[in-house]
């Protein structure tokens, strides 16, 4: 599941001698906002250790989580989630 509008933030990779092959890729933020809908443990482990390492950021999460087609009280759920993460020092 993703937030609405992710379509419109894929990111391009282009591989050196791939040429003229690209992939695209999901921004960051999305494909974490996925691993937090999924709600399985080794997901939210992956997704604690980009918070903490300040490879994602809390604040963009938070507004993807409000574009997920889901339910008020799973929004609410994965903000109390992300709340408890602690940020990079």
Aim: net charge negative; proline share 10%.
């Amino acid at each position: 599941m993703l937030p609405a509008g992710w379509q419109d933030r894929l990111v391009v990779f282009e591989a050196p001698g791939a040429s003229p092959g690209q992939g695209l890729c999901l921004e960051p933020h999305d494909g974490v906002v996925s691993k937090l809908v999924a709600h399985r443990e080794k997901d939210q482990e992956f997704a604690a250790a980009l918070l903490r390492a300040g490879l994602v950021d809390a604040a963009v999460l938070r507004t993807r989580i409000d574009l997920l087609p889901v339910s008020d009280p799973v929004k609410r759920l994965l903000h109390d989630w992300v709340a408890a993460i602690k940020p990079p020092p």
